[in-house]
């Protein structure tokens, strides 16, 4: 997690139509990290349960997004910011994400790209802006974005709408990219910028465009509205 996908789930909170209850998938939240990693605290008051593969803060629920003990039909929203790398088969788990989902829930889900080998215990995959349209396939709307260079984005995040859920009309996802253009920022520090700025003189930019592009983004609506 970082500060400008917490920006990205800000942004569709305070935007489009995200039903209760909410069930986040990967909530153990590390040492360090409370307030970042801690998306309960944009939806106060709302029916919200996290799930992780270990006990501990942010955690109601121990158990693998491979086998849910979820009832059919009985979640609203679910969440998973950069899991579904730790996720062995990860296709098992988007299965079972869209058999809790009630016909009229939303997915939000986010994925490293560009990032390095992590634990929490093991890094398997990594999802280009393509899978993410793959794997969401069966779900009727969907909102697509990514952050970083062209060719090497950072992070990649996707909110897929099932069958009977409100569509975004246009004025929510023009509020959802509004809001995107003020959440969603990865601070460079200053001396670490005019660094990379030197490399790019001296290099050439390809190699510092994932540093330099770090709060560039695209998003899309699909189908288009």
């Given at each position: 997690m970082n500060q400008f996908l917490r920006g990205v789930a800000r942004a569709l909170a305070e935007s489009v139509t995200l039903p209760d209850p909410i069930l986040e998938i990967g909530s153990y939240q590390?040492?360090?990290q409370d307030e970042l990693i801690d998306l309960r605290g944009l939806f106060p008051?709302?029916?919200y349960v996290g799930v992780d593969f270990r006990p501990g803060p942010g955690v109601d629920c121990v158990a693998s997004v491979e086998a849910l003990p979820q009832a059919?039909?009985?979640v609203g929203t679910v969440i998973a910011f950069n899991t579904f790398e730790h996720v062995q088969r990860f296709w098992v788990g988007f299965e079972e994400v869209y058999r809790v989902l009630r016909p009229d829930g939303v997915f939000l889900l986010t994925?490293?790209?560009?990032f390095h080998q992590h634990g929490f215990p093991s890094d398997?995959?990594?999802f280009t802006p393509?899978?993410?349209e793959f794997l969401l396939a069966k779900y009727p709307t969907r909102i697509l974005g990514w952050h970083g260079a062209q060719r090497r984005p950072l992070n990649v995040w996707a909110a897929a709408f099932r069958e009977a859920s409100a569509r975004p009309t246009p004025e929510q996802f023009g509020r959802y990219r509004t809001l995107l253009g003020e959440y969603a920022k990865e601070p460079l520090a200053p001396g670490r910028r005019l660094l990379y700025q030197v490399g790019r003189v001296l290099c050439g930019r390809r190699p510092f465009a994932p540093y330099l592009d770090r709060n560039r983004?695209?998003?899309?609506?699909?189908?288009?509205i």
């Open positions: 590390v040492e360090g008051g709302r029916r059919d039909a009985s994925g490293p790209f560009y398997y995959w990594r393509q899978a993410f983004w695209e998003t899309e609506l699909q189908p288009p």
